[in-house]
């Protein structure tokens, strides 16, 4: 699978992402577009992840800037759970279903996506900067405990507050997607 864009796709995204960081200044207050665009330009491969999740309408936009690491958060900022739903927890739950098995499982297509599922934090840290969630629900990270035992988590926002739930991380939802974090 080639993971790198080509000219034009480098330049619509770049263009795409500036106006969504022009319209959005609360989600990323003091920072400035210039330095992230030279960030992304000198990582290719952090482009393409982007445009696998534009293309999956998450709208990705910054989030968060660590100074220690010099390093950018890209957080899915949908309104809803991006297009990338329909999914089962990861392979192992994909696997033990004998029936009407979902086309694939979330940590596989975050990782072949090269971004990483949201965690809890991370999660609550979105819904502090707009409503997100309100009609879909999104897979989120889950402790090794939980999963061992055969459970997956997942949150959304009703009721004007953020809810943590669990399903049998077999499940699949056509309103159940999840939200991914790339850092550049």
């Known amino acids: 699978m080639k993971k790198k864009l080509t000219q034009e796709q480098t330049n619509d995204l770049l263009k795409t992402l500036e106006i969504r960081f022009e319209k959005n200044m609360n989600r990323h207050k003091d920072l400035k577009w210039e330095k992230i665009q030279e960030k992304l330009e ?3 491969e952090k ?3 982007l445009h696998e999740m534009e293309t999956t ?3 990705p936009d910054v989030v ?3 100074k220690k690491t010099d390093q950018y958060s890209f957080i899915d900022c949908s309104s809803e759970s991006p297009k990338r739903r329909s999914l089962c927890y990861d392979y192992q739950a994909w696997d033990s279903r004998k029936a009407n098995k979902p086309e694939s499982n979330v940590i596989d297509t975050a990782s072949e996506m090269g971004i990483e599922l949201l965690n809890k934090e991370q999660y609550n ?8 969630d309100q009609k879909t629900s999104s897979w ?3 402790p090794q405990q939980i999963r061992e035992l055969g459970g997956a988590i997942f949150c959304d926002r009703r009721y004007n507050t953020v809810f943590t739930y669990h399903n049998g991380a077999d499940s699949y939802y056509a309103a159940r997607g999840f939200r991914g974090i790339l850092k550049v």
């Not at 840290?125 to 997100?132: A, C, H, M, R, S």
């Open 140 to 142: 989120i990270k889950t």
């Open 125 to 132: 840290y979105l819904q502090e900067l707009g409503k997100f």
């Open 47 to 49: 482009l393409w992840s």
């Open 42 to 44: 000198a990582n290719p």
């Open 57 to 59: 309408e998450g709208e």
């Open 64 to 66: 968060d800037y660590d």
